[in-house]
């Protein structure tokens, strides 16, 4: 069977809209309906008209389609597909930082349980963290689960005292990246300017050349030039398809969370409906009103 042809077929039939994140695997990538970052996967899923959406990535993305769009069905390929990084903020700890600091407001990353987003008063990606956290008028934000971004939004605006929870959360594919492996990519490569994801210790983030989302990356990563990429593996391949004339080196940066789907995962998504992406009612109501705000805030 060609699983890519019918994949096609099969979302026309259904009123299917395949959203896909820059991680995912190639092949799951030139199926996709649409490419992207959770910023956009967050917008579009909110503006679609197609009954059905796809998501193809990890279970928070899924999760954050569903409270946009309470009306569509959400389907994920793998519902085992888990984020490390949002398993380390629970909303009992949201709660407790947020008791300790009255007043101050929560922007919780998009990388987190639709719980814990309920918790929280705005939710932020790595495109639009320090432009969220420019928008609130608290002097004093609490930030959360990423401590990495949360120190790269610390250099953005310095005007705000961030406050991480926990305090040394993160992701820990990008945070085992070290200044001595772009160190030794800078001699292999030695024409090439070095970008990594805000998601990278702040040692890494001071020992490139610039700092962006996978988003920023494939807006602005092309031009012909030589590139060191510094984030998940998964993003060289669009990078490579919008870009053919620019030369592109990763890192060994690979999530297995980001790698689950297969094809025949997602034609049997489709084909039989299954994997239904449900969120409680008023968990959702209470998430969808952070997730918006930074969509507004974001605008």
């Known amino acids: 069977m060609n699983y890519a042809e019918e994949i096609r077929k099969l979302a026309a039939e259904k009123d299917a809209l395949i959203l896909v994140h820059n991680y995912e695997p190639a092949e799951i990538q030139d199926v996709a309906d649409i490419c992207g970052d959770s910023l956009e996967l967050a917008r579009k899923a909110k503006e679609a008209s197609a009954s059905t959406l796809v998501i193809c990535g990890v279970y928070f993305m899924a999760e954050t389609a569903k409270i946009l769009s309470p009306e569509k069905t959400v389907l994920i390929p793998r519902p085992d597909a888990g984020c490390p990084l949002a398993d380390q903020l629970t909303p009992e700890m949201v709660r407790a930082a947020k008791s300790a600091h009255p007043g101050a407001p929560f922007v ?45 939004v610390r250099e953005q605006v310095p005007e705000k005292t961030v406050i991480t929870v926990p305090e040394n959360g993160g992701c820990p594919i990008h945070h085992k990246v070290t200044v001595e492996e772009i160190e030794r990519l800078r001699r292999e ?110 605008a």
Not at 223 to 244: F, M
């Open 108 to 152: 919780v990353y998009v990388n987190s349980s639709a719980a814990t987003k309920a918790e929280c008063d705005i939710t932020c990606t790595s495109a639009n963290a320090a432009d969220v956290v420019r928008s609130l008028e608290s002097d004093t934000v609490l930030f959360g689960p990423d401590a990495n971004l949360a120190s790269w």
């Open 189 to 298: 490569f030695p024409n090439a300017t070095v970008i990594c994801h805000p998601e990278c210790a702040p040692e890494v983030q001071k020992a490139s050349d610039m700092i962006g989302s996978t988003g920023y990356m494939i807006r602005n990563c092309g031009e012909k030039q030589e590139w060191i990429i510094v984030t998940e593996s998964g993003i060289l391949h669009p990078l490579r398809k919008r870009y053919p004339e620019t030369v592109f080196h990763g890192i060994e940066a690979v999530c297995d969370n980001m790698k689950l789907i297969t094809l025949k995962d997602l034609y049997e998504t489709l084909a039989e409906g299954k994997n239904e992406v449900v969120v409680e009612k008023e968990t959702a109501d209470r998430a969808r009103k952070a997730i918006e705000r930074m969509i507004e805030a974001s």
